[in-house]
């Protein structure tokens, strides 16, 4: 986590230390903001027009935190608001740490669960008030943030909070669940609002919030000197035909005679997702039944590249071997399970 702490006086400045301390851990990187007068190392000053100053770290950030009031926080972060998927967790305390209040993504980027981290540590009361929480229910927003699951649908995501706070959403899981439900879920496979728990596009509900974990890997083969743009059109078709979300994609498996691979390297880079390479003996020992071709053996030492990829990491098969244009793709499905508390 990229945190970034703000205080304006010296009592601020104690106590935003006591926080920082609280809601940081040994990987995190925090940064200390203070007024110019109060700047001595670590402190950096932060020069006026607070509002200005703050755009670029806004953009750096995971989470804020304001020692000070509320207002001052609120006038700061404003002209940079752009998206509750993405805009940072902000916090403002007092300077006596006597109250936590969670002022923006308190689902989504957090700041509900670090107003209570910062409580417990630092005994100060966390104000939070979304509905949800202060009501006792299912946060379907948050549980996916938490568990890294991503949220197709923040008009979704709200007609699921609305549904809850009125009574029970049912709940579809394309994955084993483990333990009771939460406070406001119900099993069920259809109905006007609905959430489910999938790798796939489908929606089961006549308003469905998908949550996807990244739990599908491609296994991807090519031959030399292959574009992206060609590895890119025949991925994109298995995962219309197969009805996979992108979003449910984790990452790219290929042999590591591929490693250096310009079009493929260049795929990855594009969607963002990362690549592991497999010796031949390694392909080759992966459990399963798989399309064997002698002359790919003869090439690369394993019968099977795309297949036997894709499976290498235990998932699987839900896409058997694709091929166009000199490209051989398939997919697995890792386990997961749903688990809620």
Not at 318 to 337: D, F, L, M, S, Y
Request: glycine share 10%.
């Amino acid at each position: 986590m990229n945190l970034a702490v703000f205080a304006f006086t010296r009592q601020g400045q104690s106590t935003a230390r006591r926080c920082a301390e609280a809601l940081s851990g040994g990987g995190d990187a925090v940064r200390f903001f203070a007024p110019q007068r109060l700047a001595d190392p670590p402190w950096e000053p932060a020069v006026p027009p607070l509002a200005d100053f703050c755009g670029p770290v806004f953009q750096w950030a995971d989470a804020i935190l304001f020692v000070g009031s509320c207002g001052i926080a609120v006038r700061a972060i404003a002209p940079h608001l752009r998206d509750k998927r993405t805009d940072p967790a902000v916090l403002s305390i007092d300077e006596l740490a006597r109250c936590a209040v969670p002022l923006l993504s308190g689902h989504i980027g957090g700041a509900n669960a670090l107003a209570v981290k910062l409580a417990e540590r630092t005994g100060a009361l966390a104000a939070v008030s979304t509905a949800t929480d202060v009501n006792g229910r299912f946060s379907a927003d948050a549980w996916a943030a938490e568990n890294g699951l991503y949220i197709d649908g923040i008009q979704e995501a709200k007609a699921v909070s609305a549904a809850i706070l009125e009574g029970s959403v049912p709940l579809l899981s394309d994955f084993p669940l483990s333990g009771p439900l939460p406070p406001g879920l119900v099993s069920g496979e259809g109905g006007t609002v609905g959430i489910y728990i999938t790798w796939r596009r489908n929606s089961p509900f006549a308003t469905t919030l998908r949550l996807i974990p990244p739990v599908v890997r491609l296994g991807i083969g090519c031959r030399r000197g292959t574009e992206a743009s060609a590895i890119a059109a025949l991925v994109d078709e298995v995962l219309a035909e197969a009805s996979i979300h992108p979003a449910a994609v984790a990452g790219v498996s290929t042999i590591d005679l591929k490693k250096d691979e310009p079009g493929l390297l260049a795929f990855c880079r594009e969607r963002n997702w990362p690549l592991a390479c497999h010796s031949a003996p390694e392909l080759q020992a992966v459990p399963g039944t798989f399309a064997a071709s002698p002359f790919v053996q003869r090439v690369t030492g394993a019968d099977n590249v795309c297949e036997r990829a894709a499976a290498a990491g235990g998932g699987q098969m839900i896409v058997k071997k694709a091929a166009a244009h000199g490209v051989t793709v398939a997919a697995a499905a890792e386990h997961w399970e749903v688990r809620f508390g």
